[in-house]
């Protein structure tokens, strides 16, 4: 069964750091990318940063460049995402996203609060 568990959020000031992790079980963690999502009510899910199978390769969507980064570590089937400077805008529901052959899969998501 898979299963992908978020974990990391909270309330952070702005300017503030949060780091996300993704646990994962249940498929072939080596071969999946590993992107994460945004998503706020009544929007759309907007991607943030993704990574590949062996983490030599990374893809961040503004505004996340030069702020964020993202990293996996496959002996322990865990994605990261460590988020600095931290904006008010960036509050939303963090997802970690599994993807591989056919396969798409999602986390239950982590409540991200930037808020003074």
């Known amino acids: 069964q898979v299963q992908l568990v978020e974990s990391g959020g909270g309330l952070v000031q702005p300017w503030g750091s949060l780091r996300l992790s993704c646990a994962a079980s249940?498929?072939?963690?080596?071969?999946?990318?590993m992107p994460w999502y945004r998503h706020a009510p009544g929007k759309e899910r907007d991607l943030v940063a993704t990574i590949s199978t062996t983490g030599s390769r990374t893809v961040f969507v503004d505004p996340a460049k030069g702020r964020f980064t993202i990293s996996r570590d496959n002996a322990k089937n865990t994605v990261y995402l460590q988020m600095n400077s931290l904006k008010p805008d960036e509050t939303d529901v963090y997802y970690c996203?599994?993807?591989?052959?056919?396969?798409?899969?999602w986390g239950q998501g982590t409540q991200v609060t930037v808020s003074s």
């Open positions: 996203n599994a993807r591989w052959f056919l396969h798409d899969s």
């Open positions: 249940g498929f072939p963690f080596g071969i999946a990318a």
